[in-house]
């Protein structure tokens, strides 16, 4: 029943290279749509955790902006994500680096 | 043409739609044969006797295996109805698909519902309960359930703890998403009654 399940998803999954993992900095183009006219914008930091699977994956990037951190979530697969560029790949030795969270200065 | 299908609930996922995740439920629903036609003449109403699910000979009773030797096809598990207008546009052994839904359709979905068995008036009717502290004695219980002398019985239809669930439900104008005819799937906006393998009813919405 599940393989059922994966093979109706598998029309809405996005075409996109998705091996970027927690720890790498991407590029996150989003189509934001203001009334009429629609604009990309782009969101660069470094990822904190991917979680669940299929269309409802989920990705939280962080970056600091202006002095003050800042994290967006946004679904891998939605089609207003334009694309997603791996920026750099990084080790990290956390599956979920909270810790940049807490930390002064990064990157 | 008011048509009707069986199928069974194989369970939900969130999909993009119009560009927003939406929580949906996939459906399966094989091809259902008909086993009768009902006429106004012979029956007192036109309706469509449907099978869903074909079984082996020995699994049906003998009055059942009679009534589809008679028609000429073979047993189903289920048999359910549903009412048409136009009769004499089917024939005995006519198979009826998903393909009679369309996207964007609003469909109704019928079910049991899961059954959670002998549940108290908090879960059964979302009653708020008393606090769980301060001294409170009156927890998870429902309460006064009337009056006094006047009128000196409970009303008819108190809402009071008791089997919960098990029971028929209709999810009325569930939208529909997708029709997959080659595989049989339809795919709804929503939830739908029962757990996964559920034997559900579609059918139309009325309006």
Same mark, same amino acid.
């Given at each position: ?12 999954? /996005? ?25 990309? /914008? ?51 030795? /956390? ?13 | ?207």
């Amino acid at each position: 029943m599940d393989s059922i399940i994966r093979a109706v998803e598998k029309e809405y999954l /996005q075409e996109r290279d998705t091996s970027f993992s927690p720890g790498d900095i991407i590029r996150v183009h989003e189509r934001i749509s203001e009334g009429a006219k629609e604009r990309i /914008q782009v969101f660069e930091g470094i990822v904190l955790k991917r979680s669940g699977s299929g269309t409802s994956e989920m990705i939280t990037v962080r970056k600091i902006s202006s002095g003050i951190g800042v994290e967006k979530t946004y679904p891998v697969h939605s089609p207003k994500v334009e694309k997603i560029e791996l920026v750099k790949k990084n080790r990290t030795r /956390q599956s979920r680096p909270y810790f940049l969270r807490r930390l002064r200065r990064i990157r | 043409m008011a048509l009707g299908i069986l199928a069974r609930k194989i369970g939900m996922t969130q999909l993009f739609v119009d560009g927003s995740a939406v929580g949906t439920t996939v459906i399966e629903a094989q091809p259902s044969t008909v086993v009768q036609v009902k006429t106004v003449e012979t029956d007192g109403y036109n309706a469509l006797q449907l099978g869903y699910d074909e079984v082996p000979e020995r699994k049906v009773t003998k009055p059942l295996r009679g009534h589809f030797g008679k028609a000429g096809v073979a047993p189903h598990r289920h048999l359910f109805e549903v009412r048409i207008d136009d009769p004499d546009q089917y024939k005995v052994g006519d198979r009826v698909d998903v393909g009679i839904f369309e996207e964007g359709d609003k469909i109704d979905v019928i079910g049991t519902s899961r059954g959670l068995g002998f549940q108290g008036v908090v879960k059964r009717w979302n009653f708020a309960g008393g606090p769980k502290t301060h001294g409170s004695h009156f927890h998870r219980r429902p309460g006064s359930v009337g009056n006094c002398v006047n009128p000196g019985r409970v009303v008819k239809g108190k809402k009071l703890p008791g089997q919960t669930g098990n029971k028929r439900v209709t999810a009325k104008s569930l939208r529909v998403v997708k029709v997959d005819v080659e595989n049989n799937l339809v795919v709804v906006k929503g939830s739908t009654p029962g757990a996964k393998g559920t034997v559900l009813q579609l059918r139309k919405s009325n309006g």
